[in-house]
């Protein structure tokens, strides 16, 4: 472990049956805590050797169906400055280590901090911002049986929290088998239930049993539960008004509901309540765009991107707790897909351009997309390169090939188009249309017997040369 001149770092867990998972963790953080504090929970595997291999302090304590109880412990344990609390399933990033020292050794005001984390979840990638690290002060301490919180106790303890931190947690807990992530949401649906019996009108906890509702495909009790954390339900008060930029989460909830349902139009209104409530974000901006494509909306749905990425392009200061992870290829590439829909073809080029220069990769469907600028603007050759391209990268997706042959047809090149729509039907063989087309493409190649072989195969009476073809 580091000697720190200045101010020493615990990282605090809790942990059960992480043999698994938690040797990664706890290389992650090598070289940048101090101290390494692990409460036990009850395991029966390897646990409890992991965390004295890495030299930490091995704390057991029984389960008792409360996350903030056993986090607790660790906290009473700790010895450093500042504590930095993680669970096994989550990483620091090497590279950003010196990051972290600075932010606790230059500072000299603020008691916490909000930290990224990044989670690929089934819906998609997520930034949520948590505070995960703040001063070892007696009075801050979790509540909360399940999705425990630090922040309540830093209005006691009149604690000053500053901007959001500099470096990244990743969290990997999404990255599993589905049995195990089922029995995951399982287990925090019953804590989450004895939580709201418990209180029903703790705002909050209706609002993460929500979403544990909706990871579960419970849409209807989901929305049910966001609803009464908004304290939208009748006879159901709330005692405490959820913080605004998690009530801004909750209106975007609804409208993930709504579209669920086949309702974009509600979708739509919820995502302007919530932008009302919290106007720098860019969850509301993607829904809303999904939802004025179901509306057939064009024009709606680009301004909806372009919102969404001028958004990207400013600092991180101010944004929500909880706001989706967005690939600013993918936002780049539907910005120039809408923006060809509309007609637009040369700025569909500059954004997927953009996009293809920010990927690690090549992908097949921008390359299609700018092929299709390309045909808009008469490039026919630069077209048919992009198009095969495309389908290089992606041999079965007949839609390319489609594509290719349009191409092919435009510049007259009947024979080659007649030889792709032949190894199409090779794929294809029952589709009829496209073996009258080919009838077409022949004649107009010049090979009336060819086309008649083929007009006969297709079921149709002899071709004529002038045939329409693609």
Not at 256 to 283: N, Y
Request: one cysteine or more.
């Amino acid at each position: 472990m580091p000697e720190s001149a200045f101010k020493r770092l615990s990282l605090c867990m809790i942990v059960r049956d992480e043999e698994q998972l938690l040797p990664g963790c706890l290389e992650s953080v090598r070289g940048v805590v101090d101290e390494i504090v692990a409460v036990d929970t009850g395991s029966s595997d390897a646990t409890p050797e992991i965390v004295r291999a890495h030299h930490g302090l091995l704390l057991r304590r029984a389960w008792q169906e409360d996350f903030a109880a056993a986090r607790n412990v660790s906290l009473d344990a700790a010895t450093g400055d500042w504590i930095l609390w993680m669970d096994a399933d989550e990483r620091l990033r090497p590279e950003e280590h010196g990051r972290l020292r600075r932010l606790i050794e230059r500072n000299t005001s603020e008691d916490a901090f909000l930290v990224p984390i990044r989670s690929d979840t089934p819906t998609g990638a997520q930034v949520t911002r948590a505070h995960r690290l703040f001063r070892n002060r007696r009075g801050i301490r979790f509540s909360g049986r399940i999705h425990e919180q630090i922040s309540p106790s830093f209005a006691r303890m009149r604690a000053r929290e500053g901007p959001c931190a500099d470096f990244t947690i990743d969290h990997l807990g999404y990255n599993f088998t589905a049995d195990k992530l089922r029995r995951k949401y399982e287990r925090n649906l019953k804590l989450l239930n004895a939580a709201k019996r418990q209180d029903p009108r703790d705002a909050y906890v209706r609002f993460c049993l929500a979403q544990t509702l909706m990871l579960l495909g419970n849409a209807a009790g989901a929305e049910s539960e966001i609803r009464a954390a908004l304290g939208q339900v009748p006879f159901e008060p709330i005692s405490k008004r959820l913080p605004d930029d998690i009530r801004a989460a909750a209106f975007n909830n609804l409208a993930e509901c709504a579209l669920g349902r086949g309702a974009p139009e509600e979708a739509l209104q919820r995502c302007a309540e919530s932008l009302g409530i919290w106007p720098k974000q860019v969850t509301a901006h993607l829904v809303a765009y999904r939802a004025h494509q179901r509306l057939r909306h064009a024009e709606q749905a680009l301004q909806a991107l372009v919102a969404a990425d001028r958004l990207l392009d400013q600092p991180a200061a101010g944004r929500p707790a909880i706001e989706v992870m967005v690939d600013r290829a993918e936002l780049w590439s539907a910005m120039g897909q809408s923006q060809l829909q509309l007609g637009r073809p040369a700025q569909a080029r500059q954004s997927l351009q953009r996009a293809l220069a920010a990927r690690k990769g090549r992908c097949e469907r921008t390359l299609a997309a700018l092929a299709q600028c390309a045909i808009a603007e008469e490039a026919l050759d630069e077209a048919l390169r992009l198009a095969n391209e495309a389908s290089a990268l992606a041999p079965e997706n007949d839609g390319l090939a489609d594509l290719t042959c349009f191409i092919l047809l435009k510049l007259g090149r009947f024979d080659d188009a007649a030889e792709r729509m032949r190894g199409l039907l090779e794929r294809r063989p029952t589709d009829q249309i496209l073996r009258r087309h080919l009838v077409g493409v022949l004649a107009k190649a010049g090979r009336p017997q060819e086309a008649l072989a083929a007009a006969r195969v297709a079921g149709g009476s002899s071709p004529d040369p002038r045939i329409p073809s693609l």
